[in-house]
C-alpha cells in the first residue's frame, strides 16, 4: 500500500474513532451528572475508554502499515517525548511536594502529545 493511500487509511479510522470517543466523553459526563456516586455511575464514566481501544487499533494498523524509515522515525519521536515527558511530570512531582497545586493525570497525555508533536516537527524540518 503507497503511503497516501496509507495515511488516508489511518486518518479515516483515527478520525472516526476520535469522534466516538468525543461523543462518548460528551454522553458519559451529561448522564453521568445524573446518577448517585456507585458502581453504575462509575462504569458510565469510564466507558469512553472503550472507543481509546479503536484509537489504539490505528495507531497499530498504521504503524504496521507504514515503511521502514517511518517506523524508526516514529520509534524515535515516541522514545524522544516519552522521556521528555517523564522528565517534566517527575520535575513537577517534586513540585507538588513543595506545595505548588496537585495536576490531574489528565495532563500527561496533551502533555506527551505536544512533545511526540515538537519533536515530530524539529525532525521533519532537519530533513526537508
Known sequence: ???????RLYLKEFGGAMALYVAM??????????????APRTVLLASPVLAILLVIRAVVRQIRRSDEFIRKTTAEHLAIAATATAGITFTYGFLELAGFPRLS????????????LATSAIDHLRHR
Open 105 to 116: 493525570m489528565f495532563f500527561v497525555w496533551p502533555l506527551m502529545a505536544a512533545a511526540w
Open 1 to 7: 500500500m503507497h503511503q497516501t493511500q496509507a495515511r
Open 25 to 38: 466523553v460528551a454522553m458519559s459526563i451529561y448522564a453521568g451528572l445524573h446518577l448517585e456516586p456507585g
